[in-house]
Nanobody, 131 residues
Framework: QLQLVESGGGLVQPGGSLRLACAAS????????IGWFRQAPGKEREGVSC???????????DSVKGRFTIARDNAKNTENTVYLQMNSLKPEDTAVYYC?????????????????????WGQGTQVTVSS
């Protein structure tokens, strides 16, 4: 069964950091672009960042540029994991964060403008930034 599982969310004060992880089981992420999305209460799901299958291309929403970093773990035994390092967190970053995968045959270049293009989704992890 193809599955994505997010972890690493929690409660953090403004200015703090969190690292989210997206782990795949049942398939390899080698041939997939990975996107991170978030959804706050009452708002549409929005793209945060994405990374291409080989890690060579990354994109970020303007609201997180310079604060968030997406990366693939290329170590052999953990190559099915993608991370989102979030620094200098702000209250407006509060949301449920989801990772999603799309095959490169469908999306050759990493693009998170349309979340509904993505085929596989995790269950989400809550990030709350509050003092």
């Amino acid at each position: 069964q193809l599955q994505l599982v997010e972890s690493g969310g929690g409660l953090v004060q403004p200015g703090g950091s969190l690292r989210l992880a997206c782990a795949a089981s049942g398939f390899t992420l080698q041939y997939y672009n990975i996107g991170w999305f978030r959804q706050a209460p009452g708002k549409e799901r929005e793209g945060v960042s994405c990374i291409s299958s080989n890690g060579g291309t990354t994109n970020y929403a303007d609201s997180v540029k310079g604060r968030f970093t997406i990366a693939r773990d290329n170590a052999k035994n953990t190559e099915n994991t993608v991370y989102l390092q979030m620094n200098s967190l702000k209250p407006e970053d509060t949301a449920v964060y989801y990772c999603a995968a799309i095959p490169t045959t469908v999306q050759p270049m990493c693009d998170m403008s349309d979340p509904y293009e993505y085929d596989y989704w995790g269950q989400g992890t809550q990030v709350t930034v509050s003092s």
